[in-house]
């Protein structure tokens, strides 16, 4: 089973400017940040701190807000999209 | 000049004047930072008075070398003394601050006046933006009047006023179906995919500077003097925390004396993470789904929470949420005792005042400064049913029927 990962602008630099990344086995979104972190050095202090996610942080699954899932606990499925993006105020 | 870098709030790292938002080390919202050392009060002083009348008289204030010339001039909206509203609540001395009397009625024509001559400095010919819908407006309209093309995302629930009055200015509409927070999602991705300028997204640091010229109107329409207590609405937070950087930018370089004021920020109950994280004594917010009738203010997801919360708590205030009833009566409030009708966010606004003066929250001294964010004509909805119209024949005596009990003796 393979995860989407979209990958903001902001983290291109570390992840030699790929957009996208695909994550095998994974069962939570924590799995499938973990394995991108292994793939990327440099990314988990980026967006992560104390083994939480920093707050400006926004994950998503398949465009769910993972604050109304489980988490870093929310289960991933085959074909899940996995988007990360910094929090913008609008308005 | 002053304005001298972007600058994380967070962590502090610099970056160049450009077209960014979050910090690369962090994330943190960036914000744009001047010095302001070289500034003389006086000369700064008579620049603002002898300036044009509109925001652009705060251009030393402003992420510009030299203020830009644009077609649809905003701001220097009136500070209006509401004898009437302070008579009802018990209070000594409120005033409001009517921002729904900018070129399309709210508030967001100033933050679109920043983000529009930066985005053409920038190099960009398409203006966006993730909207509520008053920023719609505007974007749409200050694009249009600019001869910029322009591309406005909404929520497809959004009021029918809101939808028509964006339409009108030929901008590309698209209508999401989803939240707010969905929209401004997927504005965020589309700022990565498309060489736009997306005013509350790859531009919002400058964009967001425009809200401090609403600090600096009241200051300057008080004669160069602070009020005690804001009452300030809240959506995503921005406005609330851009009033306070503009008052401590002005008490900084001397315009202004003494301490900050007391900031209220206003929710509404079908939206209120911040109103709910400051009352569970909590630094961030957690996202909620907005429900209810006040959908200018319905950002689920607000991304400047954290510091709105430190600002009602560093400054002695609160943030309080109403419910949409209370909104409803806080519209006809404003509306009976000020000749002023504003939209579902100001009455959410003054909603709050009045909950504050109910609570004692407010000393027989204070002078309060209520901010109106925008219009009552682009939220009809909410007014519809809150009082009754008399239908009668054009007769004399069919008049007399329906308002016998006015019968003169």
Redesign the interface.
């Known amino acids: 089973m393979s995860v989407t990962v979209?990958i903001?602008?902001?983290l291109r630099?570390v992840t030699a400017g790929d957009?996208e990344a695909s994550v095998e086995d994974a069962r939570t979104v924590g799995d499938v940040l973990d394995g991108l972190y292994e793939r990327y050095d440099g990314l988990r202090e980026?967006?992560a701190e104390d083994g939480d996610l920093?707050?400006?942080?926004?994950v998503?699954v398949d465009?769910e807000?993972i604050?109304?899932l489980d988490g870093l606990e929310t289960q991933v499925e085959d074909g899940d999209e996995v988007?990360i993006?910094?929090?913008?105020?609008?308005? | 000049m002053s304005v001298e870098a972007l600058k994380c709030k967070?962590c502090g790292t610099r970056y160049p004047l450009d077209a960014r938002?979050?910090c690369?080390?962090?994330?943190?919202?960036l914000e744009v930072a001047y010095d302001f050392s070289s500034l003389d009060r006086e000369s700064a002083r008579r620049r603002i008075q002898a300036g044009p009348n509109s925001l652009w008289r705060y251009a030393d204030f402003l992420p510009f070398e030299s203020p830009p010339r644009t077609a649809l001039p905003a701001g220097m909206t009136p500070l209006v003394r509401a004898y009437r509203l302070a008579d009802r609540l018990g209070l000594r001395e409120v005033w409001v601050k009517n921002d729904a009397a900018n070129p399309t009625h709210s508030f967001?024509d100033r933050?679109v006046s920043v983000a529009l001559p930066k985005a053409r400095e920038l190099g960009y010919g398409v203006l966006a933006c993730?909207?509520?819908g008053?920023?719609a407006n505007a974007v749409a309209a200050h694009a249009a009047a600019n001869g910029l093309e322009s591309y406005v995302f909404v929520p497809s629930d959004l009021e029918e006023q809101k939808i028509l009055a964006t339409g009108v200015y030929g901008t590309n509409l698209i209508s999401v179906r989803?939240s707010?927070?969905?929209v401004?999602?997927l504005c965020?991705?589309l700022a990565?995919e498309r060489d736009w300028a997306f005013v509350?997204?790859n531009l919002?640091p400058y964009y967001?500077e425009g809200s401090k010229t609403l600090a600096f109107e009241i200051a300057e329409q008080l004669g160069f003097e602070q009020p005690d207590r804001v009452v300030v609405p809240i959506?995503?937070?921005?406005?609330f925390t851009k009033i306070a950087r503009g008052l401590d930018e002005w008490r900084s370089v001397g315009l202004l004396e003494g301490d900050a004021p007391v900031f209220n920020g206003a929710q509404a109950e079908g939206c209120s993470p911040v109103a709910q994280a400051y009352g569970a004594g909590l630094d961030?917010c957690?996202?909620v789904?907005p429900t209810g009738i006040a959908k200018s203010l319905a950002?689920g997801?607000?991304?400047?929470g954290?510091y709105a919360l430190d600002l009602a708590r560093r400054s002695g205030g609160s943030i309080d949420a109403v419910s949409d009833d209370e909104i409803r009566e806080g519209i006809r409030l404003l509306a009976e005792t000020t000749g002023i009708f504003t939209e579902t966010a100001g009455g959410t606004t003054t909603a709050v005042l009045k909950k504050l003066a109910d609570r004692g929250d407010i000393d027989a001294g204070e002078r309060v400064v209520l901010v109106i964010t925008g219009e009552g004509l682009k939220t009809l909805d909410a007014v519809r049913g809150t009082f009754e119209a008399h239908e009668i024949d054009p007769t004399v005596d069919s008049f007399s029927d329906a308002f016998a009990s006015a019968q003169p003796v």
């Open positions: 979209k903001p602008t902001q630099t957009s980026r967006i920093r707050r400006f942080v926004n998503y465009g807000d604050r109304f988007t993006l910094p929090a913008v105020a609008g308005g | 967070e938002y979050a690369e080390a962090c994330w943190g919202p967001k933050v993730a909207s509520t008053n920023l989803g707010y927070d969905d401004n999602r965020t991705q990565d509350n997204v919002r967001a959506a995503s937070g921005s406005l961030v957690r996202p789904k950002i997801n607000p991304a400047d954290p």
